[in-house]
């Protein structure tokens, strides 16, 4: 389990979250839950990075139905959960919560890519010591798009992501954008 220093490195590069909002209850287990509540008074739960990353907020698991348009992508009966998301739609994944608690593999849903992709060592205690802070998920912590739209007056909705578009990167519904592009790498 990560140390308070180690978490500290999140908010070192993080910061806290603005707005925050209340953290999410991924967990069943009694000690697990109490593990994530010492992470979350470190980390907080909402927004950082000028709006680019939603991260453990207590509304990301309404994003689970997005998992269900990407199931021919996924391994069968493994519950899942969404821990966080950047503006492009990319979904931090959390695996079976309930039996892991907070040592559950978390993978990374690539809409753009129709990729689902975990690696050796990525849970709940790395993602926030090594994997955020580090940059280590391809692509997750890029935000030159973002931070060019935003410069020119773009705005997001707290249910919108900036998607390609023929007329540029536009907002879009997270849950629309998932079921469209899931339906687009089935074909």
Same mark, same amino acid.
């Given at each position: 389990m990560s140390t308070e220093p180690e978490i500290s490195i999140f908010t070192h590069h993080f910061g806290r979250p603005a =707005?925050?909002?209340? =953290?999410?209850?991924?967990? %069943?287990?009694?000690? +697990?839950?109490? #593990?994530?509540?010492?992470? &979350?008074?470190?980390?907080g739960a909402g927004w950082y990075r000028n709006g680019f990353l939603y991260l453990f907020g207590a509304d990301l698991p309404l994003l689970n139905p997005a998992l269900a348009a990407w199931a021919g992508l996924l391994e069968p009966e493994v519950e899942r959960t969404v821990i966080g998301r950047n503006a492009y739609g990319m979904l !931090?994944?959390?695996?079976?919560?309930?039996?892991?608690?907070? +040592?559950a593999p978390i993978g990374l849903l690539d809409p753009a890519t129709g990729v689902y992709a975990k690696q050796e060592g990525l849970d709940f205690a790395s993602l926030l010591s090594d994997w955020l802070p580090? +940059?280590? !998920?391809?692509?997750? #912590? +890029?935000? %030159? *798009? &973002?931070? *060019?739209?935003?410069?020119?007056?773009?705005? #997001?909705?707290?249910?919108?992501? #900036?998607t390609a578009q023929a007329a540029g990167p536009g907002p879009e519904d997270v849950l629309a954008y998932h079921m469209r592009m899931a339906q687009a790498h089935q074909k």
């Amino acid at each position: 389990m990560s140390t308070e220093p180690e978490i500290s490195i999140f908010t070192h590069h993080f910061g806290r979250p603005a =707005p925050a909002v209340p =953290p999410g209850d991924f967990f %069943a287990d009694k000690f +697990d839950k109490s #593990l994530w509540r010492m992470m &979350y008074d470190e980390v907080g739960a909402g927004w950082y990075r000028n709006g680019f990353l939603y991260l453990f907020g207590a509304d990301l698991p309404l994003l689970n139905p997005a998992l269900a348009a990407w199931a021919g992508l996924l391994e069968p009966e493994v519950e899942r959960t969404v821990i966080g998301r950047n503006a492009y739609g990319m979904l !931090l994944v959390a695996e079976q919560t309930t039996d892991e608690g907070t +040592d559950a593999p978390i993978g990374l849903l690539d809409p753009a890519t129709g990729v689902y992709a975990k690696q050796e060592g990525l849970d709940f205690a790395s993602l926030l010591s090594d994997w955020l802070p580090e +940059d280590r !998920l391809p692509g997750f #912590l +890029d935000q %030159a *798009a &973002y931070d *060019a739209f935003v410069s020119g007056g773009g705005q #997001l909705a707290a249910h919108e992501v #900036l998607t390609a578009q023929a007329a540029g990167p536009g907002p879009e519904d997270v849950l629309a954008y998932h079921m469209r592009m899931a339906q687009a790498h089935q074909k």
